[in-house]
Structure formats: structure tokens, C-alpha cells
């Protein structure tokens, strides 16, 4: 009924920017938190970034000062601009929204596929 579809993924150098956008679609009655995550291959996936519904943020340390989170509820979207990029950086990058659906009060956690950022030189 809920997909989340992230775009935005790709090849960059060291230094450069990317900006990922995930929307929600479906049966939505409202959305909570939203955030980005994050996952190389043997490693547990690591978040990355939150945003509240009212705006309210909170990032790794790892991205702090170089990635910025940020929603759009009209469009049911969330953003993730990435800049100065690392290669520490590459991963397959996920958003994870917490969404009510039109028909009950129970909140449900979806994922997005995934996106793959690749930082190299």
C-alpha cells in the first residue's frame, strides 16, 4: 500500500555533492520521523540522519557539518543533501519513514530500496 522510492544515487569524487530524495506514496494518513541510513557490505547498516515531523534534526558524527537532512510534508518527501563527500562515504543509502495509514492508528516503519553512492577518484 506505502512505497517509499529514493533517487539521486551515483558516482562522485571526493569533494563533491549529492542530494537523495525519497517520497512516500500510498494511503497515507500522516508521517512521523523520517531518516536516512546506510550500509556497506559485513557492516551493520548505520543511520546516518533523523528529521522530525516538526523539523527537528539529528546526524551522525561522522556527517556532521557536510550533510544536511530535510523534509517537504506537502510532497511527502525527504531529502538528504550530501556534501564535501568522502570515500568513507560510499554505501547503499536507505530512508526509513514512520507512517499512519488512512484506515487505523497504528504506526508502521517502511524502507526505501536503497540507492547506491559510490565516492571515488
Known amino acids: 500500500q506505502v512505497q517509499l522510492v529514493e533517487s539521486g544515487g551515483g558516482l562522485v569524487q571526493p569533494g563533491g555533492s549529492l542530494r537523495l530524495s525519497c517520497a512516500a506514496s500510498?494511503?497515507?494518513?500522516?508521517?512521523?520521523?523520517m531518516g536516512w541510513y546506510r550500509q556497506t557490505p559485513g557492516k551493520e547498516r548505520e543511520l546516518v540522519a533523523t528529521?522530525?515531523?516538526?523539523?527537528?534534526?539529528n546526524y551522525a558524527d561522522s556527517v556532521k557539518g557536510r550533510f544536511t537532512v530535510s523534509r517537504d510534508n506537502t510532497k511527502k518527501t525527504v531529502y538528504l543533501q550530501m556534501n564535501s563527500l568522502k570515500p568513507e562515504d560510499t554505501a547503499v543509502y536507505y530512508c526509513?519513514?514512520?507512517?499512519?495509514?488512512?484506515?487505523?492508528?497504528?504506526?508502521?516503519?517502511?524502507w526505501g530500496q536503497g540507492t547506491q553512492v559510490t565516492v571515488s577518484s
Open positions: 500510498g494511503s497515507i494518513f500522516s508521517i512521523n520521523d
Open positions: 528529521i522530525t515531523n516538526g523539523g527537528s534534526t
Open positions: 526509513n519513514a514512520n507512517i499512519r495509514l488512512d484506515w487505523g492508528p497504528q504506526e508502521y516503519t517502511y
